[in-house]
């Protein structure tokens, strides 16, 4: 299991511990203030222009200099804001047990595209988006003078499980995320050309999330060799091979979010326990 499981869940899923979406949590001062420069429009811009100035710099350094720098940058982003993949299945019993969902605009695509995308979900414990959303739409006020409903889109849990079957096909990763760990307050869905904490994981090598609980298997009896499955993997890990026109995936880069399953017409892909793979060492 992940170190968060062992920290944060008592040897269990610390994703799937109720306690972590506590409200109490938000009384926690040091949280407030994260939470007002998350919500700053003007601390968000300057966050990810330090961010893509730091990958740049990153890329120019020594690589003993830049593991070391990585590792630094980890272990800051695991106090305050870090992730993980979760696939749709533990995302829907995340569901069951928080009882608001909330929509908005994903403020990575807001920052790489220009423009807004709505694939972030704020996740609460208390009702009509609890003391999460209070805090963000007092932020909203504050800073722009006002607060518009519309960016805040309440969904029930059966329209939040629909539309993240929707991301699937698109070809999008849910990932839960923490403000001032071991706090969780939204899930997003994720790719790496827009997602900015995916690019820093993957593209970059500086982690900012763990991977799944879980690593993707292919049953090759019922593979077809379509590669729909490959068009939709963000990671990497999945390859055609030509002699036995079956796909394959490499568990040294499957991050196990499941999401290659939405495509499969065979049912030939399942997830299968990370800690009995001998991937079980790779988070």
């Known amino acids: 299991m992940c170190e ?13 511990q109720a306690r972590n979406y506590s409200e109490d949590m938000l009384s926690d001062i040091r949280r407030l203030r994260f939470l007002e420069k998350f919500s700053n429009p003007e601390e968000l811009e300057r966050g990810f222009t330090n961010y893509n100035r730091g990958v740049e710099r990153l890329k120019k350094v020594p690589w003993f200099i830049r593991n070391m720098l990585s590792r630094m940058i980890t272990r800051r982003m695991k106090k305050v804001h870090f992730g993980q993949v979760v696939p749709i299945e533990e995302i829907e019993q995340i569901f069951e047990f928080t009882n608001s969902v909330v929509r908005v ?14 694939y972030c979900y704020g996740i609460s414990m208390g009702p009509n988006g609890g003391k999460l959303l209070e805090i ?23 329209e939040a499980i629909a539309a993240f079957r929707a991301h699937e096909h698109e070809g999008l990763c849910h990932t839960i ?3 001032q760990t071991p706090f969780i307050g939204g899930i997003c869905n994720c790719d790496r050309a827009d997602c900015l904490a995916m690019r820093s994981t993957v593209t970059h090598d500086v982690p900012v999330m763990f991977r799944a609980e879980y690593l993707a298997e292919i049953d090759p009896d019922r593979c077809t060799g379509c590669r729909q499955c490959m068009r939709l993997c963000q990671f990497g890990a999945l390859s055609y091979s030509a002699s036995t026109e079956k796909a394959a995936i490499d568990h040294a ?22 800690a009995a793979s001998a991937a079980a060492h790779l988070w």
Request: hydrophobic share 30%.
């Open 253 to 274: 880069w499957c991050y196990g979010c499941g999401i290659c399953r939405s495509v499969c017409k065979g049912n030939a892909i399942r997830l299968i326990d990370r």
């Open 105 to 118: 605009a994903c403020i990575c695509r807001q920052s790489t595209l220009g423009k807004e995308k709505r």
């Open 177 to 179: 995320w923490t403000f």
């Open 4 to 16: 968060f499981c062992l920290k944060h869940g008592e040897g269990e899923k610390w994703y799937l």
């Open 136 to 158: 963000f739409q007092a932020m909203e006020e504050k800073f722009t003078g006002g607060v518009d409903d519309n960016r805040f889109e309440m969904l029930t849990r059966e």
